[in-house]
T-cell receptor
Framework: DTAVSQTPKYLVTQMGNDKSIKCEQN?????MYWYKQDSKKFLKIMFS???????INETVPNRFSPKSPDKAHLNLHINSLELGDSAVYFC??????????FGPGTRLLVL | SQELEQSPQSLIVQEGKNLTINCTSS?????LYWYKQKYGEGLIFLMM?????EEKSHEKITAKLDEKKQQSSLHITASQPSHAGIYLC?????????????FGRGTQLTVWP
């Protein structure tokens, strides 16, 4: 029973391409997040959605666009990929007052 | 924004030894979370601390939050190879229900048999 799942697990692509990462949670949580972990393992928040509405948007290039079709899904679309976008992207979810549960991560490599 | 400093950056211990990882905040912590990350995997929730002086334990791992709520420590007793991984502390931003977490840069733990 996977709580927070992400696809794909690995993504290797060329610079300039457009790609999407999908996230799904079956915990019934209201809030979902996208985090980025760089090569030095520093984990930083990118976006947060609550009940399909964007509530946190950190300083992220507008090439990154999150989309939440419903409460259980939060996808991340990235346009015109750049070398610096190479990282591990984590999805997480939580209800109010509860702990954030993280997905397994998507390892993105831009060549 | 919250800034968290973790120390040490990396730690290599022999199996059976005790160890401590520290997490220090530049601001008062409203919620302090400890996660563990194994290579190639996601973050596994370990513990959450909210009250000054609070201490929680799970198996051989104990986490404490100091009275001033600006520092937390994670202590592992009788370490095992299964404890190896990256330990991350995360802090809740101003107690907001938005749950934005700021993370330290992690401590890489290696346990050799």
């Amino acid at each position: 029973d996977t709580a927070v799942s992400q696809t794909p697990k690995y993504l290797v692509t060329q610079m300039g391409n457009d790609k999407s990462i999908k996230c799904e949670q079956n915990l019934g949580h209201d809030t979902m997040y996208w985090y980025k972990q760089d090569s030095k393992k520093f984990l930083k928040i990118m976006f947060s959605y609550n009940n399909k509405e964007l509530i946190i948007n950190e300083t992220v290039p507008n090439r990154f666009s999150p989309k939440s079709p419903d409460k259980a899904h939060l996808n991340l679309h990235i346009n015109s990929l750049e070398l610096g976008d190479s990282a591990v992207y984590f999805c997480a979810s939580k209800t109010r007052q509860e702990t954030q549960y993280f997905g397994p991560g998507t390892r993105l490599l831009v060549l | 924004s919250q800034e968290l400093e973790q120390s040490p950056q990396s730690l290599i211990v022999q199996e059976g030894k005790n160890l401590t990882i520290n997490c220090t905040s530049s601001k008062t912590l409203y919620g302090l979370y400890w996660y563990k990350q194994k290579y190639g995997e996601g973050l596994i929730f370990l513990m959450m601390l909210q009250k000054g002086g609070e201490e929680k334990s799970h198996e051989k791992i104990t986490a404490k939050l100091d009275e001033k709520k600006q520092q937390s420590s994670l202590h592992i007793t009788a370490s095992q190879p299964s404890h190896a991984g990256i330990y991350l502390c995360g802090a809740d931003d101003r107690g907001s229900t938005l749950g934005r977490l700021y993370f330290g840069r992690g401590t890489q733990l290696t346990v050799w048999p």
